[in-house]
């Protein structure tokens, strides 16, 4: 069963208390969701493997780490994923970037596919997969299996917000992919939201509503 780690770091709670507020306007909210996508990837990358390197500094030769060279990449789920990338970057500058374009049927609620462009060798690279919602966990749960079926095996999930039926849902159908989540709501409502939840984060982030 994959862990599903929840954020409590006081800044990361903090930012998300200003992204709920209804009154908090599109500027304000992708630079918040930035932020506590950069403070997220911190704490999600925390068992990235290490390496000794033999370095000189400017005193003696000495023993220092570095990442173990594992290639990294980080796949934003869009459009709502778009706002977490630049967070993401800012911790791991040499990730590469692919995209996978899904939006939920707003009757259905299913995943409707339209994007998938992805770094040549993603199958060799550790994937962090971000989207800042997880609700019924159709979209997760699809783009997932995108990254599996491209051969991905190492694949980690970042979310802001998520409901408890996208977690279990995710659990089920991807055992082996971790969740990593800055605040586990109360429920999705009879439309599919998030309870409290922020609304429709692509329309906060690019203002389209
Ligand atoms: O867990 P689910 O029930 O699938 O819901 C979550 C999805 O819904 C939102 O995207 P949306 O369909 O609104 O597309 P958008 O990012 O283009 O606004 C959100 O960003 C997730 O991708
Ligand atoms: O509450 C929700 C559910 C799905 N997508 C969103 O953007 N918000
Ligand atoms: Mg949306």
């Not at 000495?62 to 789920?77: F, M």
């Not at 966990?137 to 917000?161: T, Y």
């Not at 999705?188 to 409290?196: A, C, K, M, R, W």
Request: charged fraction near 25%; include cysteine; aromatic fraction near 4%.
């Amino acid at each position: 069963m994959s862990k599903v780690i929840v954020m409590d770091h006081p800044l990361i709670q903090h930012k998300i208390g200003w992204i709920r507020r209804a009154d908090t306007g599109s500027k304000d909210f992708r630079t918040l969701i930035s932020e506590i996508a950069m403070l997220m990837c911190y704490e999600a990358t925390r068992d990235l493997e290490l390496t000794d390197v033999e370095i000189t500094t400017p005193i003696c030769a000495t023993t220092v780490k570095e990442l173990k060279g594992k290639k990294l990449a980080v796949v934003p789920i869009l459009r709502a994923g778009l706002g977490m990338v630049d967070g993401m970057l800012a911790m791991i500058p040499s990730a590469k970037v692919g995209h996978i374009g899904l939006y939920r049927n707003e009757e259905t609620l299913e995943p409707v596919e339209y994007y998938c462009k992805l770094p040549k060798d993603c199958d060799e690279r550790e994937v962090f997969v971000v989207d800042p919602m997880l609700a019924t966990g159709g979209s997760s749960v699809a783009a997932i299996q995108m990254l599996k079926d491209k051969g991905v095996k190492r694949i980690h999930f970042m979310c802001i917000i998520a409901a408890p039926e996208g977690v279990k849902r995710m659990q089920e159908a991807h055992p082996d992919v971790d969740v990593i989540v800055g605040a586990l709501d109360d429920h999705l409502n009879e439309h599919g939201y998030i309870v409290p939840g922020l609304g429709d984060a692509g329309d906060r982030i690019f203002g389209t509503k």
